[in-house]
């Protein structure tokens, strides 16, 4: 089957602060988006990679493939207003097969894990969407009031989510045909919108999303001992 993964990297930053947007910040000799990117291809090379940037970061992104000798194949198209609206873009980049899977991911989680990838390829074969999720360790608590009252919620029904997510084209097409709503926060969201139900497989603790500077830190931790072809 032909797989697809559209690696959504949109974002602006503002949580990291600095000029440079998270994606372009550097860890381990290069950016943030290229070790992602290196990472996909090396776990699948005939997996096509579709790349989603602003518009206005496509100069800057070419820029750096030349500085950094970036060789990683994959299309590139422009995003859109919002996360939803820039996956709408890179699925309109993927060929109309019946059997094609396509998974979306994020462009600042580059710890992924091969287990995690194949998985959740597996899974969304079998049952046409799944996604990576890991247990919290921490208590959770639930604001109940304005005045700051909490109650303790059983943490044992709550999971963290990540990506990537995969679907059957089929799934994510029909999903992505619906109008935009504010409670879409990911792809899992709007495929349940559409009525489909998504599974869970087991995902990677080192596979965090990268959003504030204390999170660059833990990547440049991770980058040192970090070997490509290693299973994390």
């Known amino acids: 089957m032909k797989k697809y993964i559209i690696v959504v990297a949109g ?8 000029e440079v947007p998270k994606q372009f910040q550097v860890i381990g000799n290069k950016p943030v988006l290229m070790v992602t990117l290196e990472r996909l291809h090396a776990i ?3 997996m096509q990679l579709v790349l989603v940037l602003p518009a206005e970061q496509f100069d800057l992104w070419k820029e750096m493939c030349r ?4 060789a990683v194949p994959l299309l590139l198209t422009q995003g859109g207003a919002t996360r939803f609206h820039s996956v709408q873009n890179g ?9 094609a899977l396509v998974g979306v991911h994020d462009g600042v989680r580059p710890f992924v894990s091969q287990r995690v990838i194949d998985d959740c390829f597996r899974e969304a074969w079998i049952h046409g969407a799944a996604i990576p999720m890991i247990d919290l360790q921490d208590s959770l608590r639930h604001i109940v009031g304005a005045d700051g009252v909490t109650e303790v919620v059983p943490r044992d029904r709550y999971r963290l989510v990540q990506t990537p997510q995969v679907f059957k084209l089929s799934v994510l ?3 992505y045909e619906q109008r935009f709503v504010e409670t879409f926060t990911d792809d899992a969201s709007v495929v349940e919108a559409s009525g489909k139900d998504v599974v869970a497989v087991e995902g990677n603790r080192e596979n965090i999303k990268l959003t504030t500077p204390f999170d660059m830190l833990v990547a440049r931790t991770l980058m040192e001992c970090w070997i490509p072809q290693q299973e994390i």
């Open 91 to 99: 699925l309109a980049q993927v060929d109309d097969i019946d059997e």
């Open 44 to 46: 699948d090379p005939a």
């Open 11 to 18: 974002g602006k930053g503002l949580r990291m602060g600095g």
């Open 173 to 175: 097409r029909k999903a």
């Open 67 to 70: 500085q950094y000798e970036f």
